[in-house]
Structures are given as structure tokens and as C-alpha cells.
């Protein structure tokens, strides 16, 4: 009694259904790549954010006549992948360095972790 129902369904409703299955895994595909691109640039930035930090505090350290310089130097020589995958100009670069020496160079001291008992 539903075979001839089935036979007459079957053939347009596989190909819609494989369509459908087709656009599904398409969107989920595209999805995870996103996903996974803008979880790669945030490990990127990171590694740059720390590299950017120690080289800073190095040169600064060091007494370095121009510590931004310096930073830009130590950043393209180690990090030159990280760089180009992320698409930092050297321009930016510069000025991000000069930015980050200027603020570690108006820090405040830390503050004493106990307090000092006078008399």
C-alpha cells in the first residue's frame, strides 16, 4: 500500500534530503574555521603581548639609548612569523613599542606588600 507512495517520494525526497545534509555540514564547516582562525589570531596576539612585555623591561633594564628600538629589533628577529601571520607593519610595530616604553617608564613603584612600622 506505501509502495507506491514511497516510489513516487523517493526519488525527490533522497536528493533534497542530501541537499539539505550538504548546506548543514557546509555551514558547520565554515563555522569551525572561524572559529578556530580567530582562536589562532588571539594565541598569536598573546605571544606577541608577552614577547612585547619582556623585551621592554630588557631594554629598559639594559639602559638602552633607544629602548624602542631595541624592542622592534628583538620582536622582528624572534617573532618575524607571528608577525606576518598577524600583519603587524613595522611602522605599528614601532609605535606600539614606543607606547609600551613610555608607559613602563611612568609606572609607579610597586607598593610594599607589608607596611612599615615606625616609632
Sequence with gaps: MLDPIVGLIGPILLPTLVTILTALFGVIAAGAKQ???????DLLRKALDE?????VE??????????ARDVVD???????????KLGASPDDLLKRARAE?????RAPAPLPT?????D
Aim: charge should be positive; glycine fraction near 6%; charged fraction near 20%.
Design 35 to 41: 572559529y578556530l582562525g580567530q582562536k589562532t589570531t
Design 114 to 118: 607589608q607596611p612599615v612600622l615606625r
Design 58 to 67: 630588557q631594554a629598559l633594564a639594559t639602559g638602552s639609548n633607544d629602548p
Design 74 to 84: 628583538y620582536i622582528r628577529d624572534t617573532m618575524s612569523g607571528t608577525l606576518k
Design 51 to 55: 614577547a612585547m612585555n619582556r623585551s
Design 101 to 105: 616604553v613610555v608607559s613602563k617608564n
